[in-house]
């Protein structure tokens, strides 16, 4: 019974070392969302934004997740965060309550600031930033 139980245990310690080398390795591939790092698959989240809308009568707070065509552009969206910051500030403030209230308006913006921050890497969507998501848009 003694050698059964030692059996079990050894066992269980090897399955556990098991399931952390392949959650060790699934990470390390980029293969989970993250917070840049890894693959074509990663994704860059920018700080929240707030801005005053155009007739400085609303504001906008929203905030952008970036989805890079390669890694190489993450890592440029990380250098450049300061200018990008800057052209989407101008982007937003530009904007008017009634502009982005819409589905169609919404969807114009997310495409300006692809265009916005794919112009200041100087890469196309091919090779800079693919996707922008938009997790959220508060306006007051």
Do not use: W
Request: charged letters at 20%; a positive charge.
């Amino acid at each position: 019974m003694q050698k059964m139980v030692r059996f079990t245990g050894v066992r269980m310690f090897l399955s556990l070392c098991f399931c952390l080398m392949t959650v060790n390795a699934y990470a390390n591939s980029g293969g989970g969302e993250g917070g840049g790092e890894g693959g074509a698959g990663a994704y860059e989240k920018l700080e929240d934004f707030t801005v005053n809308l155009a007739g400085m009568k609303q504001m906008i707070q929203v905030t952008f997740t970036l989805k890079p065509a390669k890694p190489e552009a993450g890592a440029k969206v990380k250098l450049y965060i300061p200018v990008i910051r800057h052209h989407l500030i101008l982007l937003l403030s530009g904007k008017t309550g009634e502009q982005l209230q819409t589905v169609a308006g919404k969807e114009q913006l997310i495409k300006e600031v692809r265009q916005v921050i794919n112009k200041v890497l100087q890469l196309d969507s091919k090779e800079g930033i693919e996707a922008v998501l938009m997790e959220k848009i508060i306006i007051q």
